[in-house]
């Protein structure tokens, strides 16, 4: 089977031991993997490294949320080490996300996603913390700011994408957790879709953990991502 970039399996492990077992059962199949907070602070940047240097590339999920000047520096960090994606936090606003984008520059592989709004929250969760928007707005407002901010792309749920790729237009990077194989649960994603609702509504990749790293058989749950049966 052709290795499909589309799909990223997010490697969401407290030790590296079980992170490099989920590659070596995926093998060849997959050259996408996401890393977050978790196994980077677990496992260390020589999985990033490791990862890159058999082929595979990486999204490197930092939420970054601070100072311009620290969001540069580890976008550069990120990028000397072959990542492919960083994602930065659209609520920090226009300046943190240009400073993460003029850091990339350097790094001609490497692209910045914006986050919009965590695929959890609802109004209620935006009402909380004073944004008064509802979650459908924020998404759109903070896609259109890293857009202008000159993001490469976003994040966000598969319920999101179709009005993101028409405000963001045919070449911006939409990633989408938030995934769900058909007939599973969906208890921890407020805005969930399948794959194939994603990619069909225009997501550029769709990122898949537990579905995939927590299987039985995760090559059989991979191929299924990949392919889902018809709904
Ligand atoms: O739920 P799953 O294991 O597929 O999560 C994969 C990735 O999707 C996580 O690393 C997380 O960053 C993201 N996610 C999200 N919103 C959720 C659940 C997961 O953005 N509600």
Do not use: W
């Not at 240097?53 to 490197?60: I, R």
């Not at 550069?76 to 072959?82: N, V």
């Amino acid at each position: 089977m052709e290795p499909n970039s589309q799909v990223i399996v997010a490697l969401d492990h407290d030790n590296r031991a079980t992170a490099d077992a989920v590659v070596e059962q995926l093998g060849d199949a997959c050259r996408f993997y996401k890393i977050g907070l978790e196994l980077l602070t677990a496992a260390g940047p020589d999985i990033v490294k490791d990862l890159v240097a058999q082929g595979k590339e990486v999204f490197l999920d930092l939420k970054l949320f601070e100072i311009p000047n620290s969001v540069a520096g580890a976008v550069r960090a990120a990028g000397a080490m072959g990542v492919s994606l960083v994602t930065v936090h659209g609520m920090g606003g226009s300046s943190i996300m240009a400073a993460a984008v003029d850091a990339a520059r350097d790094f001609p592989g490497l692209r910045i996603l914006a986050l919009t709004v965590v695929t959890s929250m609802t109004d209620a969760d935006l009402a909380d913390i004073g944004v008064a928007d509802t979650v459908d707005e924020q998404v759109l407002r903070l896609a259109r700011l890293a857009r202008k901010a000159g993001c490469h792309g976003v994040t966000a749920s598969p319920q999101d994408v179709a009005a993101l790729r028409r405000i963001l237009g045919s070449d911006a990077l939409i990633v989408t957790p938030g995934i769900v194989l058909p007939g599973e649960s969906s208890a921890e994603h407020a805005r969930h879709g399948t794959p194939g609702a994603a990619l069909t509504a225009g997501a550029s990749h769709v990122v898949v953990g537990r579905s995939v790293t927590r299987a039985a058989d995760p090559a059989a749950a991979f191929r299924l991502v990949q392919a889902p049966p018809a709904a």
